[in-house]
């Protein structure tokens, strides 16, 4: 009798918590202190000490009262077929959390190719594809450099753009 108490007990104490739900298929049972612009603060059971974590990690909330608050969804990269679906980001709050896996730089020179936004694009293109490859779903842009003065040994302009590249 005493076991089935202390069971019911607990189970409502649990069960009376917040639930973080987060992209790598954790749950964190907790008491949410806090939901800032970029992540979400909170204790756990029986403790004082007030965690964080990125909201880049996360796919939904499930409060106390029932009432469940969706943060991101999560970006499944299979290869290099889904390159577009990968993001590009020069704020660096917007990798917080994730996991740096290796900086890149793609460097092109097209003889064909005269208009600069173009160039840009396709190397941000590149740059995207090679994350892809390697199972990444955010690029943290570093530079871009379009040299139209230094050309390459037959005259072509040359362009780079370096990127980190991260996955959950």
Known sequence: MIKTLTIILFSTYAAAQDKIFTHHK???????????DKSIKYKYVGEDLV????KNNVSQVKFESGRIQKFTE????????DWQKVQITNI???VEGLT????ITIKMSKDWIYNETVKFNNAKDELKKEAA??????????????KKGHLDIID???WSITGVIYKY
Request: glycine fraction near 6%.
């Open 26 to 36: 954790d749950s964190i049972i907790c008491k949410i202190v806090e939901i800032e």
């Open 51 to 54: 965690n964080s974590i990125s």
């Open 74 to 81: 999560k970006i499944i990269i299979n290869g290099e077929s």
């Open 92 to 94: 660096e709050s917007d």
């Open 100 to 103: 740096q896996v290796e900086k």
């Open 133 to 146: 490859k390697k199972g990444c779903h955010v690029v943290l842009l570093l530079t871009t450099i379009g």
């Open 156 to 158: 072509r302009p040359k």
